[in-house]
């Protein structure tokens, strides 16, 4: 077998994983070997679906960004006194006990089952370690069935209050589509509990060449993204903001709104042309009636967002295989004179690499400023065939919430010749991806 077989061999099965059971897997811990990768981040398609609960900006208020439940497969840390914007972790809202214990459920990228052998949490928030918040009693439980169980106990496992990640074993290898953690106590404080990063990896069973192939491919690719990842965060800081013009989704370039939850209506309840959502995607940015290049009023919803109900508008990327973005610019600008109230507050960002119903993976959430404006959305580049905007809240209007243009981008491009290893390697990853859902055959598509 030559070097390029090798390589095709060890990638694909690398992305098509190993073959689990319902059960646990019986085998002698020497031979499981555990992955680098971990298959729960944010980046590797990863979800957190649920959570008893999270820390709110005001009693009836949104779910404050530091806190939310999303911060623990973002990848950023804390770290003495480095703190990541918008992600000091995730945090309850009471104490957690072992009759009452808190929860957090995770799930695979499109809602695959594993075979997982390891966990690591990395309890550090930003809350001092001296006050006794960070998690410290917690269970493992599965489920293969839906993100609702039934659910398997795996182990309990107890985090000791130290400044650090820490990995924890599991008894064997377990087939899982969804994993809860259940959190008994924490370190003694009565207020809440929480930690800052959660992992999950996979068990690789065996001690063959291939195997040890797969770990191999594993570590080199996650550190090939790192990366990738750095290269671009640099080049951008030597840039400014891209053209609205040059957006992957804007109509001149073939993109399109697939979905949008409301438009403003008239006094016969007809949607208001003028304020469809297709205006997002024009390239023209809402100016005050007098300016002559006025011909653009923005987007308004019909109802004013709500956390039950956010507004939410999807776009797709042009071509068959979509793009992988970093950037999205948020235009706040609109004709209307109560724009400022109705202009939206708390946005975020979403992607689907799959159907346009998802299964959405999250990019953050961003609060923007009262005063109309456009906005820079920056974030790991992320491979994506559709975005999804949610609008949680706006400044305060009863009525509507508003904005006047949105684009995303694939600004920080890194021309080298990684780069375009890294771009064919994405095409690569999604034919991969249809070959294993038998979308591709031998013999052709759907054949």
């Known amino acids: 077998m030559n070097q390029n077989t090798t390589l095709r ?27 680098a990768v971990n298959i729960v ?13 999270e820390i709110r900006e005001s009693r009836k208020g949104p779910v404050s960004a530091e806190w939310r439940k999303e911060n623990l497969i973002d990848g950023k840390r804390v770290e003495g006194e480095i703190v990541p914007a918008n992600s000091y972790g995730w945090a309850t809202t009471t104490a ?14 499109g809602n695959r089952q594993r075979l997982i052998g390891a966990v690591r949490i990395d309890p550090r928030t930003n809350d001092p370690r001296v006050i006794g918040r960070w998690v410290k009693n917690f269970t493992v439980e599965v489920s293969v069935i839906g993100a609702e169980g039934p659910w398997q106990r ?33 370190h003694g404080s009565n207020a809440r509990v929480g930690f800052g990063e959660f992992e999950v990896f996979e068990a690789l069973v065996g001690d063959d060449e291939l195997t040890k192939a797969i770990e191999g491919m594993e570590s080199e690719l996650a550190r090939l993204r790192r990366f990738a990842a750095a290269r671009a965060g640099a080049k951008a800081g030597n840039i400014g903001p891209p053209n609205i013009e040059d957006s992957l989704i804007a109509a001149k370039n073939g993109g399109s709104v697939i979905y949008t939850s409301s438009v403003a ?4 309840d007809k949607e208001l042309e003028q304020w469809g959502s297709q205006n997002l995607i024009d390239g023209l940015i809402a100016t005050s009636a007098d300016d002559p290049d006025h011909n653009s009023l923005g987007w308004s919803s019909n109802r004013k967002p709500t956390e039950d109900a ?18 999205a610019i948020i235009d706040t600008n609109t004709r209307d004179p109560w724009g ?21 993976t999250s990019l953050g959430v ?34 509507y919430v508003e904005f006047g243009e949105f684009g995303v981008f694939r600004h920080s491009v890194d021309v080298s010749v990684i780069g375009g290893i890294a771009d064919s390697i994405d095409r690569s990853l999604v034919e991969l991806k249809r070959y294993r859902e038998g979308v591709l055959t031998e013999t052709g598509p759907g054949e």
């Open 9 to 35: 061999v060890c990638t694909i099965a690398l992305l098509v994983g190993v073959a689990s059971c319902l059960t646990m897997v019986t085998a002698p811990a020497d031979d499981v070997i555990y992955g």
């Open 41 to 53: 981040a944010r980046e590797q398609g990863g979800q957190v679906i649920k959570a008893s609960s």
């Open 96 to 109: 957690p006990a072992v009759r009452e214990p808190a929860w957090v459920v995770f799930g695979f990228a």
């Open 154 to 186: 795996v182990s309990n496992f107890e985090c000791i209050n130290v400044a650090r990640p820490q990995r924890f074993v599991l008894p064997a290898p377990t087939p899982a589509k969804y994993v809860r953690l259940l959190i008994n106590s924490n």
């Open 265 to 268: 209506l008239d006094e016969d």
């Open 310 to 327: 956010p507004e939410m508008i999807a776009f797709a990327i042009p071509g068959e295989y979509g793009a992988v973005i970093d950037s």
């Open 340 to 360: 400022m109230m109705r202009g939206a507050k708390h946005v975020e960002l979403e992607v689907s690499t799959s159907e346009v119903d998802g299964p959405w």
């Open 366 to 399: 961003w609060t923007l400023p009262m005063e109309p404006a456009r906005h820079w959305l920056q974030f790991a580049p992320m491979e994506a065939r559709y975005v999804r905007v949610k609008v949680w809240s706006n400044f305060g209007s009863d009525r």
